[in-house]
């Protein structure tokens, strides 16, 4: 199952031949055209039900729900009414109740998966609509993230670290909840990788780095900092990982096994679409994993203060880093400062996102329950280059009462940063996967 990338859809179409005479023409044929102009207007990747992720529904008609319900296969739905652009003039007639019927026929089909419970998402208007394409295509991001999440494999390397109870949350509760199989590694398990890291492997990984980052220096630092990369790479393909919380302050890695800490392979990974957090924080993981699934950016970062002057928190980390969060923008690569104490001081990604809409994603532990979060916003262009790793300036929509709010929903001080609007299409994600949702 893929982590990234587009969505994979099976369109389904509602269709009953009761009315066909009430209809001058091939009514068929001309519900095969209307799909076939949703379809180029979409960018998902349309595949059979086999191979769908979700499904939307074209409602464009009155039909049987049971007949649809019948045909569609257990995945997500998103229910589309959809319209073509044409006028409704006083002649209206039986013909145009007919082929203009989304309004008689998505109700037939939504009382009944309210019946049932069944979760869905619901859009209504024009198929040329750009407004109305948008919530569709968010809603089919959410629906393909929960079917992404449920089964993801995300590694938890060693233990949170101590007294970090607000980063913790139980492998059991996690599977049972919302299907995520937590896979168990010891921090021995990165050394052992580290070591097995040839020489070749280091030289092709310098050759990627050097097109990627700006950097003019070559020594220890940078070698050890690409084999932990490798390292990463091979334990995510090893255990087929989605993602991954790792603890890197132990013996075996940042004190004397790796020798630095493996930040940059951190962020070399979730670029890759496999996103890694810090700490151990499980529950920032799989927020990751969800702004990634999204469609978004994978950035794991602290807001680490707030200018009163300009409305901005300041939106940085201890080293790790997710290139689309600048698109386009090619990083400088520096020793991170954070463990300049560090008898071999790893590197980092340092570069700034630059102005737009952003969302911060967080997944709250609620006793029992989780609770994914958005907070939908601005990153406002502004660069704290001295943070020396992957930086911006955010504003919450709602300022300081957005950010308290994020803290009464039960947001931890790690979250995931991503560019675009994403809270609509967390909220699709939430409900599918049987998560509750907060917007802050």
Same mark, same amino acid.
């Given at each position: ?42 960018? #998902?990747?349309?595949? !059979? ?13 009155? &039909? ?66 750009? !407004? ?25 390397? /060693? ?97 004397? /096994?790796?020798? #630095? ?7 070399? &990974? &979730?670029?890759? /679409? ?27 970062? !602290? ?121 609509? &299409? ?15």
């Amino acid at each position: 199952m893929p982590r990234t990338g587009r969505p994979r859809v099976a369109l389904h179409q509602p269709y009953w031949d009761f009315w066909e005479a009430s209809v001058p023409f091939d009514l068929r044929a001309d519900r095969d055209r209307l799909a076939a102009e949703v379809r180029a207007q979409l960018d #998902v990747e349309w595949v !059979e039900p086999k191979l769908a992720e979700c499904v939307l529904v074209l409602e464009t008609m009155a &039909s049987p729900p049971a007949w649809t319900l019948a045909e569609l296969p257990d995945l997500p739905l998103v229910v589309w009414a959809a319209h073509r652009r044409v006028p409704v003039p006083q002649s209206f007639d039986h013909a145009a109740i007919t082929t203009q019927g989304a309004t008689v026929g998505t109700p037939m089909l939504t009382s009944v998966l309210v019946r049932e419970q069944r979760p869905f998402e619901l859009a209504v208007g024009r198929i040329d609509d750009p !407004e109305t394409l948008a919530q569709v295509l968010g809603a089919l991001r959410g629906a393909a993230a929960a079917t992404r999440l449920r089964g993801a494999r995300i590694a938890r390397i /060693g233990r949170p670290q101590p007294g970090y109870a607000c980063v913790d949350t139980p492998g059991e509760l996690l599977a049972a909840k919302l299907g995520v199989e937590v896979v168990e590694l010891a921090a021995a398990e990165v050394k052992a990788a580290f070591d097995r890291v040839t020489d070749a492997r280091t030289r092709e990984l310098l050759d990627e780095t050097r097109q990627l980052y700006s950097f003019d220096f070559e020594d220890e630092v940078l070698t050890r900092s690409l084999r932990a990369a490798a390292a990463i790479e091979d334990l995510v393909a090893t255990h087929e990982l989605a993602a991954g919380a790792i603890n890197c302050h132990v013996p075996e890695i940042r004190f004397g /096994g790796v020798g #630095v800490t493996p930040c940059f392979g951190l962020g070399r &990974s &979730s670029s890759a /679409g496999v996103p890694w957090s810090c700490t151990g924080d499980m529950l920032t993981a799989v927020a990751l994993f969800i702004g990634k699934a999204l469609g978004g950016a994978a950035q794991y970062h !602290e807001l680490e203060t707030y200018d009163y002057d300009t409305g901005e928190f300041v939106l940085a980390s201890s080293g790790e880093h997710d290139l689309d969060l600048a698109p386009g923008v090619r990083p400088a690569l520096v020793k991170n400062a954070w463990f300049e104490q560090d008898d071999c001081t790893g590197v980092c990604a340092c570069f700034s996102a630059p102005a737009g809409p952003a969302t911060l994603l967080s997944l709250a532990d609620i006793g029992g329950d989780y609770r994914l979060i958005a907070a939908e916003g601005a990153f406002s262009g502004r660069t704290f280059p001295s943070t020396g790793t992957a930086n911006a300036g955010f504003r919450f929509d709602r300022g300081l009462e957005g950010w308290k709010t994020w803290c009464r929903l039960g947001a931890n001080h790690h979250s995931c940063a991503s560019p675009g609007a994403l809270a609509g &299409s967390a909220a699709a994600c939430a409900r599918y996967a049987g998560m509750r949702y907060g917007v802050a």
